[in-house]
Nanobody, 115 residues
Framework: QVQLVESGGGLVQAGGSLRLSCVAS????????MGWHRQAPGKQRELVAE??????TNYADSVKGRFTISRANAKTVYLQMNTLEVEDTAVYYC??????????WGQGTQVTVSS
């Protein structure tokens, strides 16, 4: 089993920056990809960014050029969010995927961007 804990959310003005962190525990050797998804009120959860153990990345078009995902080691992933927009307001969830394709989710951290 894998447990994921996010931190770093908060309230920021439009144009500001935040950095989210996610730390995994448990059977971390089984984790391949890690990433961030978000869910705004009344909307479906959507992919923000993901990174494989080999360092390959994938971003949603809406955050390209503003957000950067990075991985410090096998169990820690960051999301640097710059030039935040009101539309980025959402609960951000860390996701881990093991080599068998099973997904693990964190509890989520709230990001609120004010105008």
């Amino acid at each position: 089993q894998v447990q994921l804990v996010e931190s770093g959310g908060g309230l920021v003005q439009a144009g500001g920056s935040l950095r989210l962190s996610c730390v995994a525990s448990g059977t971390i050797f089984s984790i391949n990809a890690m990433g961030w998804h978000r869910q705004a009120p009344g909307k479906q959860r959507e992919l923000v960014a993901e990174i494989t153990r080999g360092g390959s990345t994938n971003y949603a078009d809406s955050v390209k050029g503003r957000f950067t995902i990075s991985r410090a080691n096998a169990k820690t992933v960051y999301l640097q969010m710059n030039t935040l927009e009101v539309e980025d307001t959402a609960v951000y969830y860390c996701k881990g995927e093991d080599w068998a394709g099973k997904d693990y989710w964190g509890q989520g951290t709230q990001v609120t961007v004010s105008s």
